[in-house]
């Protein structure tokens, strides 16, 4: 597959939907870098806590839009696969401007689709796996809930540059339906 000018994707999906997983083999794929919100707010909120989100961060609940555009925003190259941000049609709106700034857009949303009980096991899994306090069921199923909330508003903000991808199943096959995706993506003429 060739990838011609694609260099600016977000992965959008529920928690557990696997974008931490299928955003290394994309950011490999394209050749730019995987730039996880999750971990950026996660470190910056255990390396001094300089915007005070520990809390948050530990309860799995958003932090302000203005920290989370700072701590992700500063990450931002010329290419990236940004997944856990935008979440909102704020944040999106705030993305857009931060940007069109540089003459940049986002060019391909890849929205993964997997159904709550699925992403809910994920998650209990890989709180296990790396005692991650954000991952308790309580918290899992008030983030699941707030993405459904904020998911139809943000997807239709990005019409036309959202692609579907079904994240259930087989992590191989996961990465061949993106690939396709991809493939499909919309034509774009920012750089």
């Not at 302000?64 to 704020?90: E, H, K, T």
């Amino acid at each position: 597959m060739t990838n011609g000018e694609l260099r600016r994707v977000l992965l959008l999906g529920p928690p557990g939907a696997g974008k931490g997983t299928l955003a290394p083999h994309l950011s490999e794929l394209l050749g730019v870098p995987h730039v996880s919100a999750g971990q950026l707010l996660r470190a910056s909120a255990s390396e001094g806590d300089p915007h005070r989100i520990a809390e948050q961060v530990a309860r799995g609940h958003p932090v302000p839009d203005r920290v989370a555009l700072q701590v992700v925003g500063a990450q931002l190259g010329p290419g990236f696969i940004l997944d856990g941000f935008p979440r909102n049609v704020r944040q999106a709106a705030d993305l857009d401007r931060l940007l069109e700034d540089d003459g940049r857009d986002v060019q391909l949303v890849l929205e993964l689709v997997v159904p709550d009980e699925v992403a809910s096991a994920r998650l209990s899994r890989l709180a296990r796996m790396e005692s991650r306090s954000d991952d308790s069921p309580d918290t899992v199923a008030a983030r699941l809930v707030t993405y459904r909330r904020e998911a139809g508003p943000l997807l239709a903000h990005y019409v036309g540059r959202v692609r579907r991808v079904s994240a259930s199943g087989d992590v191989d096959e996961v990465f061949l339906r993106a690939e396709r995706a991809l493939a499909s993506r919309p034509r774009t003429t920012s750089s």
